[in-house]
């Protein structure tokens, strides 16, 4: 998830592991025996390079673990903007709001030694947001003006507000309220977060101004987890560097991790990404004395393989106790109401996914943002850091990038490689093969065709779903809807609406202002209903008014199959995003008849494939390995 404005900090020595460790960050020789065929690994390197040479990033680092044991850790490209110092699997990223994880993970140390109470008011560890207020945004029904008025709280914000982004503390560019536009011209960000400062003056600027929502009414993303950090100070006796440093780096072997890169270890820093709109308040090379607990770490792979693998472990770690088994099962279980208001979408509805106490929760067997299996969990950062933990597959998947922009794609790309490598338990690849069966050419040629799947594997299961919409991709930028992508031939494009249009009303409701998940609920219903838009276009005085007829949406497949017939056997290859199973882009395979609708590849995974029929007896879906573990694709053509 992208962290919208990272003001960092640290003054923290990065020590070396005083004792050995069990835990071996090297890869193992054989990720068959967790799991993982070698080959398929091996496309996440292939597709990095790939990006690498268009431009894309220039460098990536790619950390995958299995049943405490790592079976993948590799670099690629360099570690330079100039392309000509390689990147090593040892580079140290700014990681930005990846560090919110590991802030929360050191306030419910604090909870379980009982120093810190969830419940608690915030203002009884910080007595100066007391009588902070919530900003209440009302327009003259007259002049069209919006004037700001202020309320007092209904209830105090607590420690779990902070934890669950519940609090009413915001980003000044997350939206375009009044109460974001007060954090903009506050100096908060000139003053408050300067090298000199400290996270108690942030605090007591931050105080001044107003909360953009009542606790515990609305999820939007802000600066709860740098607040949190001064709650983990006054807690524990301690600035916030010292605090992890001595309670969680050192006891962890977290020898990489802190608020800033010493001396000896800048040759490891990657570069940060050309024309990337943000940035850290701070040069992390240098020392500071304010701590950002929401954005101000650099780390490297191995580290936070670590500090998953704790997570993973219940809380524990090459035999160190960090947190108790309550405390991480808490964390990642939903902690919101059910009553809760989005501000965004990445938590919610549209992004199918719940937020615990630090950590994005998949709660969607059939779809969802997070990856993997329900009670996955998650987090990013601004440049493309991500890392998702995989309970139920004993999984942990860590990618670091630095992009200055638009990292979503490359992260559904690397957990769509991840889970497309794991090996199907049932297959047998050692077995001979059995006599091929003999189909006459017509029959073989009815397969011939477009296949498409939600995803590459069955471990992270998706489904083609269907519902009724225009076909438009839409953002919430500055308190605006502003349509970002229309779909190629949907009801929005025919309709001739525009990338960067501003979508002001829908049925005559204004949505200036709504949470992004209520604005999609607005915009989908039955499929052949009209629904009514205005539209402001740059260059145009008047704005537009649409008609248009929702139709049956359904997403573009990750992965499609091409199937040919040939010489008594079909030829498969890849055209989707990620290529799946034995199926490869400018490759086709050899599948050789087992009966009239069964089939195998020849060679590989030796991976099975079985038609689906309608009731004429046309191919209608394709099943690859058919059983506990198969993914169903439907024909397309």
Not at 171 to 192: C, I, M, P, W
Not at 447 to 470: C, H, L, M, V, W
Request: hydrophobic share 45%; glycine share 10%; proline share 7%.
């Amino acid at each position: 998830m992208k962290r919208p404005h990272s003001f960092s900090a640290a003054l923290l020595l990065l020590c070396l592991a005083t004792s050995a460790r069990a835990y071996d960050a090297a890869p193992v020789r054989d990720p068959e025996a967790l799991g993982f065929s070698s080959a398929r690994l091996a496309r996440i390197a292939a597709w990095q390079q790939a990006q690498v040479e268009a431009g894309a990033f220039s460098g990536a680092v790619a950390a995958i673990a299995r049943n405490g044991r790592v079976a993948y850790l590799r670099a690629v490209g360099f570690r330079d903007n100039a392309r000509t110092i390689p990147l090593e699997p040892d580079a140290i990223f700014w990681i930005a709001s990846m560090t919110k994880p590991v802030t929360s993970v050191a306030a419910m140390m604090l909870v379980d030694e009982g120093k810190l109470d969830l419940a608690a008011p915030v203002q009884k560890y910080l007595p100066e947001l007391k009588d902070v207020m919530v900003g209440v945004e009302t327009k003259d029904p007259v002049s069209g003006k919006s004037r700001l008025g202020l309320e007092p709280q209904k209830r105090p914000m607590t420690v779990e507000d902070l934890l669950r982004h519940t609090s009413g503390l915001v980003y000044f560019d997350q939206g375009n309220t009044a109460v974001h536009k007060l954090y903009r011209e506050s100096g908060l960000y000139e003053k408050g977060l300067a090298r000199d400062g400290t996270l108690q003056d942030f605090v007591s600027r931050l105080a001044r101004l107003p909360l953009a929502h009542q606790p515990g009414e609305v999820w939007e993303y802000g600066h709860s987890l740098d607040v949190l950090g001064r709650v983990i100070e006054v807690a524990s006796g301690q600035p916030l560097d010292r605090f992890l440093d001595s309670r969680l780096f050192k006891p962890l072997g977290m020898v990489d991790t802190g608020f800033w890169v010493p001396p000896e270890k800048r040759a490891r820093l990657v570069d940060p990404p050309v024309g990337a709109t943000i940035q850290p308040d701070r040069d992390v090379t240098k020392p500071t004395t304010l701590f950002s607990g929401g954005g101000g770490l650099v780390s490297t792979a191995a580290d936070y393989l670590r500090f998953c693998q704790m997570l993973l472990g219940d809380g524990e770690f090459d035999g160190v106790r960090i947190l108790s088994p309550a405390a991480v099962r808490r964390m990642t279980t939903n902690s919101l109401p059910l009553d809760i208001r989005f501000a965004t979408g990445q938590i919610g509805p549209r992004g199918a996914a719940a937020f615990g106490l630090g950590f994005a929760i998949r709660n969607d067997a059939a779809a969802s943002w997070v990856p993997g299996s329900v009670g996955s969990f998650t987090w990013s950062g601004a440049w493309g850091t991500y890392f998702w933990v995989d309970p139920a597959e004993q999984l942990i998947a860590i990618h670091l990038i630095q992009v200055a922009t638009d990292f979503g794609r490359f992260t559904r790309s690397f957990s769509n490689l991840t889970y497309g490598a794991f090996r199907v338990p049932e297959a047998d690849v050692s077995r001979p093969a059995a006599a091929p069966a003999t189909i006459d050419p017509d029959t073989l040629a009815a397969f011939k065709g477009t296949y498409t799947f939600a995803s590459p594997s069955s471990r992270d299961r998706q489904e083609n779903r269907e519902f009724g919409g225009i076909g438009l991709e839409i953002a919430m930028q500055d308190g605006v809807v502003k349509a970002v992508s229309p779909l190629r031939d949907g009801p929005a494009a025919r309709a001739g609406i525009m990338r960067g249009d501003i979508i002001t009303h829908l049925d005559g409701e204004a949505m200036q202002g709504k949470p992004l998940n209520q604005v999609l609920e607005k915009m989908r219903g039955p499929v052949d209903a009209p629904v009514r838009l205005k539209i402001v276009r740059m260059g145009q005085d008047q704005p537009l008014e649409l008609a248009i007829v929702r139709t049956a949406i359904r997403l573009p497949a990750t992965v499609a199959l091409e199937v040919a017939a040939e010489n008594g056997r079909l030829l498969v290859e890849s055209r989707g995003t990620v290529p799946v199973l034995d199926f490869e882009k400018g490759a086709p395979v050899a599948a050789v008849p087992m009966s009239n609708d069964e089939f195998v590849v020849v060679g590989g995974d030796r991976t099975r494939l079985a038609f689906l029929h309608d009731a004429t007896g046309k191919a209608t879906g394709l099943v690859l390995n058919p059983g506990p573990w198969q993914i169903t694709g439907q024909r397309i053509n």
